[in-house]
């Protein structure tokens, strides 16, 4: 079975670009979530989806991020414009209705803002 | 504060030994308690979940101490494959769907 998937899987770029990171989720989870893992901050919670709803957004640093969940199989974090302070490992996780602690997490997309 | 508190780490222990990690949690209202493990630059993964009477399976044993909302994970006969990053995630919401991730505690078991 294919686990969630992200892409790009590395992204480097400069700063004021904008950055569109990009997530399949496991066929049936109803739940999707995307989260930032630095070595500062360890790993924060960005936004949350259910059934392609956003639910909690207050994870979400400021109005230069934007996620999108248009469908069932993808979602979608964009950062525009992008900043330095902005470099860090994006995870997105999804899992199933009550058994959300059970969050299954793609790979991650290291980003690096120069 | 932080919401979930732990000791960074590194633990450096040798193969076979037992090793303990420690978290604490500032909301009195969380319900779930959690361990997910991390290796070195891959993703996170649930390795188990703590009850509050405790809970074991196979080498790892979890415990939970509502009162001084304290959560630990104990590692009998450390491998060299326990060598990861220790997660310690608190449910962060009513609905219980936010996983609040602590920091982690750094393992390396050497030969």
């Known amino acids: 079975d294919a686990g969630v998937i992200q892409s790009p899987r590395h992204e480097v770029t400069e700063m004021g670009q904008e950055v569109t990171l990009r997530c399949k989720p496991i066929s049936g989870h109803d739940y999707l979530f995307w989260y930032r893992q630095t070595m500062m901050r360890g790993l924060e919670l960005l936004i949350y989806?259910?059934?392609?709803?956003?639910?909690?957004d207050s994870g979400m640093p400021e109005d230069r991020f934007s996620a999108k969940m248009p469908n069932a199989s993808f979602s979608t974090l964009k950062i525009q414009p992008s900043e330095p302070r902005d470099s860090a490992v994006y995870f997105c996780?999804?899992?199933?209705?009550?058994?959300?602690?059970?969050?299954?997490f793609g790979p991650g997309t290291r980003l690096t803002v120069t | 504060r932080k919401e979930v508190e732990q000791d960074p780490g590194p633990f450096n222990v040798p193969e076979g030994a037992t090793v303990a990690f420690n978290c604490t949690y500032s909301n009195s209202a969380s319900q779930s308690f959690f361990w997910y493990r991390q290796d070195c630059r891959k993703e996170p993964k649930l390795l188990m979940s703590v009850y509050s009477s405790g809970n074991e399976d196979g080498r790892f044993t979890a415990q939970l101490n509502r009162a001084s909302q304290y959560i630990s994970l104990l590692i009998r006969d450390s491998k060299l494959s326990d060598s990861a990053t220790y997660l310690c995630?608190?449910?962060?919401?009513?609905?219980?769907?936010?996983?609040?991730f602590g920091g982690g505690t750094r393992l390396m078991v050497k030969p």
């Open positions: 995630v608190v449910n962060g919401d009513n609905a219980g769907n936010m996983l609040t």
């Open positions: 989806f259910n059934n392609n709803v956003p639910i909690d």
């Open positions: 996780a999804s899992g199933q209705a009550g058994l959300t602690y059970e969050q299954y």
